[in-house]
């Protein structure tokens, strides 16, 4: 990777800009861009901005200002430690990318990729970090050293017969 004048990392491969905004300049632009979103309530930057204060911070990476992924996340000291974590008034908080529809699969999955490798770039320090999040490669954050806990949830179609469905669990068995 390489950087322009402005500390803006510029991907190498295709040359486009990935911008990143953190801190108050991230606040700002997402204030600014959530119009064009169609983001869940729990994404609400005023909302979050008055419940936490200054202790909430984001990352976001932006390319032709069209935001591309963000992050939202708590930094709060515990005794001697900094810690990161996901604000409580949320759902499932954490790393958020914007599909983009226009393109295909395998590019929407390489743009996930590089910003979360930018966004990882760009935590500040910290001691331990702990999102929930629905994160479909976790490489990058193996190779920024992260040993990670994975626990599954499990979606059930309950449109079809919801009898035919409880006969076929059983409590012994993964279904």
């Known amino acids: 990777m390489i950087f322009n004048h402005n500390n803006n990392i510029i991907s ?17 632009f997402m ?6 979103l169609d983001l869940p309530y ?5 909302l979050l901005i008055n419940c ?3 202790s909430i911070d ?10 591309l992924s963000f992050f939202f ?26 599909y983009n529809h ?3 699969e395998r590019k929407n999955f390489e743009i996930q990729f590089k910003s979360t490798r930018l966004i990882l770039d760009n935590l500040s320090k910290f001691d331990y970090f702990s999102i929930n999040t629905n994160i479909q490669n976790n490489l990058p954050f193996q190779w ?9 949830n499990y979606l059930l179609n309950l449109k079809p017969d919801l009898e035919l469905l409880f006969n076929n669990l059983d409590g012994s068995v993964r279904n």
């Open 52 to 54: 936490y204060g200054k």
């Open 102 to 104: 226009d393109l295909d």
């Open 73 to 98: 996340y708590l930094k709060e000291k515990r005794f001697f430690f900094e810690v990161i974590t996901q604000p409580k008034i949320t759902q499932i908080f954490g790393l958020h990318h914007i």
């Open 12 to 28: 190498k491969k295709n040359m486009s800009n990935l911008i990143v905004k953190k801190g108050k300049e991230g606040l700002l």
């Open 58 to 67: 984001i990352i976001v990476i932006s390319e032709n200002e069209k935001i």
């Open 31 to 36: 204030l600014e861009k959530k119009k064009d």
């Open 42 to 46: 729990y994404f609400d930057v005023d």
């Open 144 to 152: 920024h050293g992260f040993k990670e806990e994975v626990k599954y």
